[in-house]
């Protein structure tokens, strides 16, 4: 009885999560044009969406960004964590704290204060505008992510590695990188899949040259929802979904 | 041994902590080939003075030398010294065998040397066979092994050793003490353990060392540290112990003639006493004698051979069975609790006294340490 309950809520619980998704993914393969009524199955929406030179365009933009921006972020995120994690320096409790204040900010709040900031630098929008903001975005979440498993670490693996004969940097390259490793490539599918998905900063901190697919999606939208559209939406859970997991496996790793 | 040159030597080495003082004047040298243990309760800076003799910290004052060298400003990476960590410490993410092989590979060894050294000493700890494992893959008791092969391989002239059993359950800690002995007489390796394990400190060192509140109490073979403790703190770290207060009456020659409560009891003590100091008498519970006052009675050669310098009257409170012995417990006339160990005899193993019995409470005549009363 109180397992068919159980049941019962959790379904609803994922339908509620994820019917949205499922019923987008299957209207784009519907083959009516207009209406929301099934008029059988069809492939046509993918083959408009590759034969569509400008969107292939916002989307190879949002790819590059994504990954451009995750590895810049994995860098600056890595090495942020280390020292925070290594050193005790003026300032460090205020570093970590920032993280989490930028992490939590809304991205509205992000989006207008480095267009403000921009703009005060006469910087042109574009490109990299779009990616120091993406980077801005994503180092919080790999520092945070990586100092997490610094944390996780026995402390006096380090201090062995010392005894046996390591100095500063055979300790960095044998024993602290190798043992990050899993985290920082979490931090960097992490990173690709915010810098994917972002529209309201990208919104704000890039120009009409360099244009991403969500916010090419967003402004496709405003004259209609398309078919198209739903099979564009479909390919990026696709993508999405891939880095999530591979994310959740990278940090269950060698727990 | 003490004719040569130590092979560790510290003197007056303080270490604190901003206002927080880890150890004071600790002035102590080691001798190549031997097994030392640092016996203390924790936080009195015994896992400190490895660190420092490691190089994970500086001293505050004082010198350490190894081997003759000032090891001021060397980094660890620079000593002839290992560590077995408490924690292991063991690489996560490498194999057993690279693990073992890497304080070889530091040092720049050829690849035939390292396979051939990382072999012996795995099969020195018995864990030939495991080299594809990860440390995760074993037990507790196979990663402590893999530590002190580790540590080993690289031939150094001390290992050191912080609590490296504690994590162990207590079969495997008594296997793993007596391995440790005869890993540390086979290879010569001089052997500094951190223990707060009293049984384990004796079993195993050359030497012991009692460190209390950042200070050396006492430093000497087991034997002599259980039966000559230098003070109160020794006495009752290394064992249980009875106390009695006396008085001394008089001395004569080696002997001292003390007044305990109605007593005059003749003991034996290294020290000097003069007439009147106040004393303590340390007595272990195995050295003392308890007989009922009705055996006493019933039996006059037993009388005879049981103390001729008198003895104290009190109550058996309790009786505690331990398996090879037991414990009585009696509360003397006087006020004072004692603790006697009885062992159980061939022909009646059960716990012969019962709470209640009136009894008689003398020692075996030369077993008691007199030490200076302490506040």
């Known amino acids: 009885m109180s397992r068919s309950l159980k049941i019962a809520y959790a379904t609803l619980v994922y339908l509620f999560l994820y019917l949205p998704l499922v019923v987008m993914v299957v209207y784009s393969f519907n083959a009516s044009r207009f209406s929301m009524q099934w008029k059988g199955f069809t492939l046509h929406w993918y083959d408009t969406l590759i034969h569509d030179a400008s969107l292939i365009q916002a989307a190879l933009h949002s790819l590059a960004i994504a990954a451009v921006s995750a590895t810049v972020a994995c860098f600056i995120g890595t090495v942020t964590a280390l020292a925070i994690h290594r050193w005790r320096f003026v300032g460090r409790k205020v570093i970590h704290a920032v993280l989490f204040v930028m992490m939590m900010s809304p991205d509205i709040v992000i989006g207008i204060s480095l267009l403000v900031l921009f703009m005060t630098l006469s910087l042109p929008l574009g490109f990299w505008t779009l990616l120091m903001a993406h980077v801005t975005l994503c180092v919080p979440f790999v520092a945070i992510t990586v100092h997490g498993r610094l944390q996780g670490f026995d402390p006096h693996v380090v201090e062995a590695a010392r005894d046996l004969g390591a100095g500063e940097y055979e300790v960095w390259r044998h024993i602290v990188l190798p043992m990050t490793m899993p985290a920082v490539l979490a931090g960097w599918f992490m990173s690709f899949t915010l810098s994917l998905d972002d529209v309201i900063i990208a919104f704000f901190t890039t120009g009409p040259t360099f244009e991403v697919l969500p916010l090419r999606i967003y402004s496709m939208v405003r004259l209609g929802l398309k078919p198209e559209i739903n099979a564009l939406c479909a390919a990026m859970i696709l993508i999405t979904a891939v880095a999530v997991v591979t994310t959740q496996g990278l940090l269950k790793e060698r727990k | ?375």
């Open chain 2, 1 to 375: 041994m003490n004719g040569s040159a130590p092979l560790v030597r510290l003197q007056q080495v303080c270490k604190r902590y901003g206002d927080q003082v880890a150890l004071v004047d600790v002035d102590l040298d080691i001798f190549n080939g031997e097994f030392v243990t640092i016996l203390g309760p924790s936080g009195c800076g015994k896992t400190t003075l490895l660190r420092l003799v490691a190089g994970f910290e500086p001293v505050s004052s004082g010198r350490i030398q190894l081997n003759g060298r000032d090891v001021a400003g060397l980094p660890p990476e620079k000593r002839e010294v290992n560590t077995v960590f408490q924690s292991y410490a063991l690489f996560p993410h490498m194999t057993v065998f690279d693990n073992v092989a890497f304080g070889l590979r530091m040092r720049g060894q050829a690849p035939e040397e390292i396979q051939r050294r990382v072999g012996d000493a795995l099969s020195l700890v018995q864990l030939t066979g495991f080299e594809a494992r990860r440390p995760h893959q074993l037990s507790g008791g196979q990663q402590q092994r893999v530590a002190v092969a580790r540590a080993i391989v690289n031939r150094p002239l001390v290992l050191l050793l912080d609590e490296p059993l504690s994590a162990l359950d207590y079969r495997l800690r008594k296997q793993m003490q007596l391995d440790l002995k005869h890993l540390q007489r086979r290879l010569g390796i001089t052997f500094i353990l951190v223990t707060h394990d009293q049984e384990e400190a004796f079993s195993m060192s050359d030497r012991v060392v009692v460190l209390n509140a950042g200070r050396i109490e006492q430093a000497g073979p087991p034997n002599e540290v259980y039966e000559q403790p230098r003070n109160l703190y020794v006495a009752r770290f290394v064992g249980e112990i009875n106390l009695l207060d006396g008085l001394v009456d008089r001395v004569e020659g080696e002997r001292v003639v003390l007044r305990i409560d109605h007593l005059n009891v003749r003991v034996k003590s290294n020290r000097t006493f003069a007439p009147s100091d106040r004393v303590h008498v340390l007595l272990r519970p195995e050295d003392l004698r308890v007989e009922t006052l009705k055996d006493l009675a019933d039996n006059p050669a037993l009388k005879n051979s049981f103390a001729d310098g008198g003895y104290f009257l009190g109550t058996v409170q309790e009786t505690i069975y331990k398996g090879a012995t037991y414990d009585v417990a009696v509360l003397l006339d006087n006020g004072r609790p004692i603790m006697a160990t009885e062992f159980f005899n061939a022909e009646d193993a059960t716990v012969y006294f019962r709470p209640g019995d009136r009894v008689a409470v003398s020692w075996i005549e030369g077993w008691e340490v007199l030490l200076p009363h302490e506040g």
